[in-house]
């Protein structure tokens, strides 16, 4: 039997458009993927759309999000996991993911961690948000993350997410740095045991030659600018073993909006202040730091 095989590429500046009509599944039935790029100023995402030839069945998904997001899920439809479909997948994969990883980076480890751990609080003194992320110091040089995706089951990296939800965890890890030089990675705080550096979006602790991430913006939980070109971390204060940052959101100059957070690096408790301007912040870390301390050790 003679298959038809027709594919149609089509690339521009912001977007490719992709048709494919040919037995994906190798049943001897014509099988059709049409796959595009959508966005805006705010959103975007690959669509992909394939039809069964056989039995003419219709599977949809897609990677629409926000331009926030330096971390997305995409659930796989329970119709398209079924094991004879397995083919589908796999071409799918191809057309709207970006390259495959076994396991998440650590930067990327500190965002599930937080995410699966973590408590907002509503009457007290000082914090509204407690989060435990307590990733590991790491021996040798610093690697800077990339855009990738892992394979993504239950609630294992979600705790939001139910044991029968299936699909992928795409990481967008080129935000932490404006180009694949890493021009912003910097170094914005040091003493005698820690150097602290930033890139567009994470903090790293270097400490005897080890490091681990302490900070990584994440628009579910941290909140975060609504486009991830802009940067946002700011201020970085270290104090002992404790490091106090200026999270930007938006805004420009005094006017940005912002949120603040005290975040101990041996422990990977991170808490999120209950002030917004920065001169309700200088004001309560100058007048009660020794009992901002003291309350952050005891939250469990």
């Not at 069964?52 to 398209?80: C, H, M, R, Y």
């Not at 490091?243 to 949120?259: C, I, K, P, Q």
């Amino acid at each position: 039997m003679k298959y038809l095989l027709l594919c149609f590429i089509t690339t521009y500046a912001v977007s490719q458009n992709i048709t494919k009509i040919e037995d994906i599944n190798g049943d001897g039935y014509i099988d059709t993927l049409e796959s595009y790029y959508s966005g805006g100023s705010d959103f975007g995402g690959k669509y992909c759309t394939l039809i069964d030839g056989k039995s003419n069945e219709k599977f949809e998904i897609d990677t629409w999000g926000s331009f926030a997001q330096i971390q997305q899920t995409v659930l796989i439809p329970p119709a398209l996991r079924r094991e004879e479909n397995q083919p589908f997948i796999e071409e799918i994969k191809k057309v709207i993911l970006p390259k495959w990883r076994e396991s998440p980076d650590p930067s990327l480890q500190w965002i599930i961690n937080a995410n699966n751990s973590n408590y907002r609080l509503s009457d007290n003194t000082f914090f509204n948000l407690i989060i435990f992320s307590a990733t590991k110091w790491i021996e040798g040089n610093l690697k800077l993350p990339t855009t990738y995706y892992i394979d993504f089951k239950g609630g294992r990296y979600n705790r939001r997410y139910q044991k029968e939800d299936e699909g992928w965890l795409i990481y967008y890890g080129h935000n932490h740095y404006r180009n694949p030089t890493g021009d912003s990675l910097l170094v914005v705080e040091s003493s005698n045991q820690y150097k602290i550096l930033r890139t567009s979006h994470g903090l790293i602790a270097n400490k005897e030659g080890n490091y681990k991430w302490i900070f990584v913006t994440d628009s579910q939980l941290t909140g975060s600018p609504s486009k991830l070109r802009w940067e946002s971390i700011g201020n970085v204060i270290l104090k002992d073993q404790y490091v106090l940052l200026s999270h930007e959101l938006r805004g420009y100059g005094d006017d940005f909006e912002r949120n603040y957070f005290l975040i101990d690096i041996e422990s990977g408790k991170v808490g999120r202040l209950k002030v917004q301007s920065k001169k309700d912040y200088d004001s309560l870390i100058l007048n009660n730091w020794e009992s901002i301390i003291n309350e952050f050790y005891i939250l469990k």
